[in-house]
T-cell receptor, first 113, second 117 residues
Framework: GESVGLHLPTLSVQEGDNSIINCAYS??????FIWYKQESGKGPQFIID?????DKRQGQRVTVLLNKTVKHLSLQIAATQPGDSAVYFC????????????FGRGTSLIVHP | ETGVTQSPTHLIKTRGQQVTLRCSSQ?????VSWYQQALGQGPQFIFQ???????GRGNFPPRFSGLQFPNYSSELNVNALELDDSALYLC????????????????FGPGTRLLVL
């Protein structure tokens, strides 16, 4: 069936490096995508979103890239800091209905000082 | 912090019991969604309430039910608890149910950790 998935369950990086977290989606009707960060013991926190009519969107230290041709989404974190250590989820929302995101499994980002 | 609060933070129940979880939405938000997050998994949508009416439901059995009150706070009720119901239950509030952009972004509470023995 339609699903959202992540390529890497765990990503370890050194402090100061750039991190790239990938996500594949399969629902061609999805037109809105969100990245969430979930720290231990907390609920998911909105990081950045992107609509399907965009290829790239930048925030503070984060960039989301969308490749609709191959149904791929990535989150880039510049100058990764220990505070970025968390589980990152991508979520997709299909057009034409309630705002109900479908989440993937998540990628655990570990930042080593 | 998002302004979304949930209670209790932790709960232990036995199989067959019933549980009620509570959520207070962020000020100005009229939509509440509930999710179940099993360990190591992403959140799975249970249902959504918009202005006190159910506005969508995921693939969960009828023993999962909910309410939304006039102040937009919400309850999740689970009857006949099963071991597999052990999970983190997340509540998220938003301005409205329609997909449209950042204003419809869902803001999550810290969750209620339920353990069924």
């Amino acid at each position: 069936g339609e699903s959202v998935g992540l390529h890497l369950p765990t990503l370890s990086v050194q402090e100061g490096d750039n991190s790239i977290i990938n996500c594949a989606y399969s629902n061609s009707a999805s037109d809105y995508f969100i990245w969430y960060k979930q720290e231990s013991g907390k609920g998911p926190q909105f990081i950045i979103d992107i609509r399907s009519n965009m290829d790239k969107r930048q925030g503070q230290r984060v960039t989301v890239l969308l490749n609709k041709t191959v149904k791929h989404l990535s989150l880039q974190i510049a100058a990764t800091q220990p505070g970025d250590s968390a589980v990152y989820f991508c979520a997709e929302i299909a057009s034409g209905g309630s705002y109900i995101p479908t989440f993937g499994r998540g990628t655990s980002l570990i930042v080593h000082p | 912090e998002t302004g979304v609060t949930q209670s209790p933070t932790h709960l232990i129940k036995t199989r067959g019991q019933q549980v009620t979880l509570r959520c207070s939405s962020q000020s100005g938000h009229n939509t509440v969604s509930w999710y179940q997050q099993a360990l190591g998994q992403g959140p799975q949508f249970i249902f959504q309430y918009y202005r006190e009416e159910e506005n969508g439901r995921g693939n969960f059995p009828p023993r999962f039910s909910g309410l939304q009150f006039p102040n937009y706070s919400s309850e999740l009720n689970v009857n006949a608890l099963e071991l597999d119901d052990s999970a983190l239950y997340l509540c998220a509030s938003s301005i409205g149910p329609l997909a449209g952009g950042p204003s419809e972004t869902q803001y999550f509470g810290p969750g209620t950790r339920l353990l069924v023995l």
